[in-house]
């Protein structure tokens, strides 16, 4: 039986600051998580990360995590699968209390690869208890507490309410946040 490791999901649910880890000005990912979140009114620091840039989308680009001016409450890795392990280690020691990870090529990939990158991050995120979502999601979005770490669709305008969704499929999210939005039904927690 898998030891069972307690953490607080409040830093992946309403995190105060973030920081997006392989932000670029051109990749989808990041940048669509940085522009979903300033859309939906998120109040607390962005900090993008990588060292090839001096700023995205405006705001100052630190070259790593250790280089931040605080420990953001949630790490967005919009990183390949193969770079996903060095940065939770490296934010582990910090003190990071949440991941989000998008990317795809963990135990979704079916290969004995992708089967020990997966045991790897859980043993990472065991051993200083932070709480991750994913791999291989579209993120996390509460618009009633003004965050949005997805890079899924958000239509402008959609209402902060009351139902939340948690789904497998980042496509059905989209769905539902769409069809929430043409009906004027308040949203909250979209969780994929």
Do not use: H, W
Not at 13 to 42: C, D, H, Q, Y
């Amino acid at each position: 039986m898998a030891k069972v490791v307690k953490r607080s999901l409040a830093p992946l649910l309403n995190p105060k600051s973030i920081a997006i880890v392989g932000i670029s000005p051109r990749a989808r990912t990041g940048l669509g998580i940085l522009e979903n979140t300033r859309a939906v009114g998120f109040k607390g620091a962005i900090y993008p990360v990588n060292p090839n840039y001096p700023e995205v989308a405006g705001l100052k680009c630190y070259p790593s995590l250790q280089d931040l001016p605080e420990v953001p409450d949630c790490l967005i890795m919009a990183v390949p699968a193969e770079a996903v392990i060095s940065v939770l280690e490296e934010a582990g020691p910090l003190g990071v209390k949440a991941a989000l990870v998008v990317a795809e090529g963990f135990a979704d990939a079916t290969t004995a690869d992708g089967q020990a990158r997966q045991a790897k991050l859980r043993a990472i995120a065991d051993k200083y208890g932070i709480a991750v979502s994913g791999p291989n999601c579209m993120g996390i979005s509460s618009l009633r507490e003004g965050f949005a770490n997805t890079f899924g669709d958000v239509p402008k305008g959609t209402a902060a309410g009351g139902i939340s969704c948690i789904s497998q499929s980042g496509g059905l999210l989209n769905a539902v946040t769409e069809l929430g939005n043409n009906r004027n039904i308040g949203l909250n927690y979209l969780i994929s």
